[in-house]
């Protein structure tokens, strides 16, 4: 089963970043189920049927919670504009997606369908098109575009040893470049709050995790 995360606190700081980026573009957030799952990985990732993941690696490696925000307005771009069934037709195959779809799968099937879709990339136009999409969500909800910015850019100088930790690095390949664009699309932040959450709040946010993963 998902180890999911125990804090109500974490969960709600997710919940709330989620609904405010959904509000903000007309989207139905009630149609998305959020799990923060217990997970070191630097991951988020999306599955069929609007699930949302979010691993508490992720968390942990987010400087702040823009950072945050912008992983998860990326996420919901790619369930917007339907890069999700597209990426399992390319992995997974038609014949499994249609046994799902049907409800004539096994919980084994299940599971190996979203370890594929958690550690696969998706096509780099769709990529770009999350990227620029989600921009759009950040912006409209009155968060700085910089902070997907940032952590795309620290992304890209992880070397190494410590590169394979981040599943963020194999699936998002030219994190730098994707950066620079992001950058490019972001108007002035004329009218952008500034943090979602202030830095001493972001930290007992990583405390609280930290504390509940070493038990």
């Known amino acids: 089963g998902v180890d999911e995360l125990r804090s109500d606190s974490v969960r709600s700081l997710c919940l709330s970043l989620e609904r405010r980026l959904c509000a903000a573009s007309g989207i139905a957030d009630s149609t998305i189920?959020?799990?923060?799952?217990?997970?070191?990985?630097?991951?988020?990732?999306?599955?069929?049927d609007r699930h949302l993941v979010v691993h508490t690696?992720?968390?942990?490696?987010?400087t702040n919670a823009?950072?945050?925000?912008?992983?998860?307005?990326?996420?919901?771009?790619?369930?917007?504009?339907r890069h999700?069934?597209?990426?399992?037709?390319?992995?997974?195959?038609?014949?499994m997606l249609t046994t799902i779809?049907?409800?004539?799968?096994?919980?084994?099937?299940?599971?190996?369908?979203?370890?594929t879709l958690s550690s696969t990339a998706f096509d780099r136009e769709q990529e770009s098109e999350a990227d620029s999409v989600s921009v759009r969500?950040?912006?409209?909800?009155?968060?700085?575009?910089?902070g997907l910015a940032n952590f795309l850019y620290?992304?890209?100088?992880?070397?190494?040893?410590?590169?394979?930790?981040f599943e963020w690095i194999s699936t998002h390949p030219n994190s730098a470049d994707r950066a620079a664009a992001i950058l490019r699309l972001r108007n002035e932040p004329a009218g952008v709050a500034g943090?979602?959450?202030?830095?001493?709040?972001?930290?007992s946010y990583q405390r609280t995790i930290r504390a509940a993963t070493a038990r």
């Open 57 to 62: 690696g992720l968390i942990l490696y987010c």
């Open 137 to 146: 969500y950040l912006q409209a909800a009155h968060i700085d575009p910089a």
């Open 101 to 115: 779809a049907v409800g004539k799968s096994t919980g084994e099937i299940l599971r190996q369908a979203a370890r």
């Open 33 to 48: 189920t959020l799990h923060v799952v217990s997970n070191g990985d630097v991951n988020a990732f999306s599955l069929p």
């Open 154 to 165: 620290r992304l890209s100088g992880e070397k190494g040893d410590v590169a394979k930790e």
């Open 84 to 95: 999700v069934v597209q990426k399992m037709v390319k992995e997974v195959g038609l014949g």
């Open 195 to 203: 943090s979602v959450a202030a830095d001493t709040l972001w930290r």
């Open 66 to 81: 823009d950072e945050l925000a912008g992983v998860l307005a990326h996420e919901i771009a790619h369930m917007e504009r």
